[in-house]
């Protein structure tokens, strides 16, 4: 029987499965690289990698999670990787990073080299790469209307980051079309959650699960 093939969901907490509200994860199979996997079946392998907070390549002062320095490693822990997905941009909207939306597409495009620079794919190739724009964030209110002695002030940390946030599309597009690799844009397919603004409902995750899959079989018709 043959391997099945490799696909690697590279993300933050949207991809690690956070649920607006409760603080916890969804349960793998709620989690849209579960979708993937359930979509797609034996023939491919899907590898989790979603960490919460996890930016393109900008250094956050509060965090240590570059996802430029976490590519390497993960991509060889996982290898052969068929496949990358690289679904990022929404921590690097932080007022803090200071960061236009040209530039965070041009973060996530780092990323898209680093892949297509690297020997992690079959027979020491470079793997093929998905870039995924995010879904414009909605309304950051409910953060402290949730605890306002633990987020007081959220709103604060994401200056303009909805206004950015809606031009991703647009970007990413851009930065995959340069390179040469496939696009999809989450916000046809999720809206952020009203609870807090960031993070996805079960539904979107169903959704962006499915798109996932049917992209990904696009590219090995």
Same mark, same amino acid.
């Given at each position: 029987?043959?391997?099945?093939?490799?696909?690697?969901?590279?993300?933050?907490?949207?991809?690690?499965?956070?649920?607006?509200?409760?603080?916890?994860?969804?349960? &793998?199979?709620?989690?849209?690289?579960?979708?993937?996997?359930?979509?797609?079946?034996?023939?491919?392998?899907?590898?989790?990698?979603?960490?919460?907070?996890?930016?393109?390549?900008?250094?956050?002062?509060?965090?240590?999670?570059?996802?430029?320095?976490?590519?390497?490693?993960?991509?060889?822990?996982?290898?052969?990787?068929?496949?990358?997905?690289?679904? $990022?941009?929404?921590?690097?909207?932080?007022? &803090?990073?200071?960061?236009?939306?040209?530039?965070?597409?041009?973060?996530?495009?780092?990323?898209?080299?680093?892949?297509?620079?690297?020997?992690?794919?079959?027979?020491?190739?470079?793997?093929?790469?998905?870039?995924?724009?995010?879904?414009?964030?909605?309304?950051?209110?409910?953060?402290?209307?949730?605890?306002?002695?633990?987020?007081?002030?959220?709103?604060?940390?994401?200056?303009?980051?909805?206004?950015?946030?809606? &031009?991703?599309?647009?970007?990413?597009?851009?930065?995959?079309?340069?390179?040469?690799?496939?696009? $999809?844009?989450?916000?046809?397919?999720?809206?952020?959650?009203?609870?807090?603004?960031?993070?996805?409902?079960?539904?979107?995750?169903?959704? $962006?699960?499915?798109?996932?899959?049917?992209?990904?079989?696009?590219?090995?018709?």
């Amino acid at each position: 029987m043959d391997e099945p093939r490799t696909l690697l969901c590279f993300g933050d907490s949207n991809t690690w499965g956070f649920e607006p509200g409760s603080m916890t994860r969804y349960p &793998r199979h709620v989690r849209w690289p579960g979708v993937t996997q359930a979509a797609l079946g034996d023939a491919w392998h899907v590898v989790e990698a979603g960490l919460n907070g996890r930016t393109t390549v900008f250094e956050d002062p509060l965090d240590d999670l570059a996802g430029v320095r976490h590519l390497g490693p993960v991509l060889s822990s996982a290898a052969p990787v068929d496949v990358a997905v690289i679904a $990022l941009g929404t921590n690097d909207l932080k007022t &803090r990073l200071g960061a236009s939306a040209y530039e965070i597409a041009e973060g996530a495009g780092l990323l898209v080299d680093r892949v297509l620079a690297s020997d992690a794919g079959p027979a020491e190739g470079a793997p093929a790469v998905l870039l995924v724009a995010p879904p414009p964030i909605g309304d950051l209110s409910g953060w402290a209307r949730r605890d306002l002695a633990a987020y007081e002030g959220f709103e604060e940390a994401w200056h303009e980051a909805r206004e950015r946030s809606l &031009r991703f599309a647009s970007q990413y597009a851009r930065v995959a079309r340069v390179r040469g690799v496939p696009f $999809l844009d989450a916000g046809e397919h999720v809206t952020s959650s009203d609870v807090d603004g960031i993070h996805w409902a079960a539904e979107g995750h169903a959704a $962006l699960g499915l798109a996932v899959a049917e992209a990904v079989q696009a590219m090995f018709r």
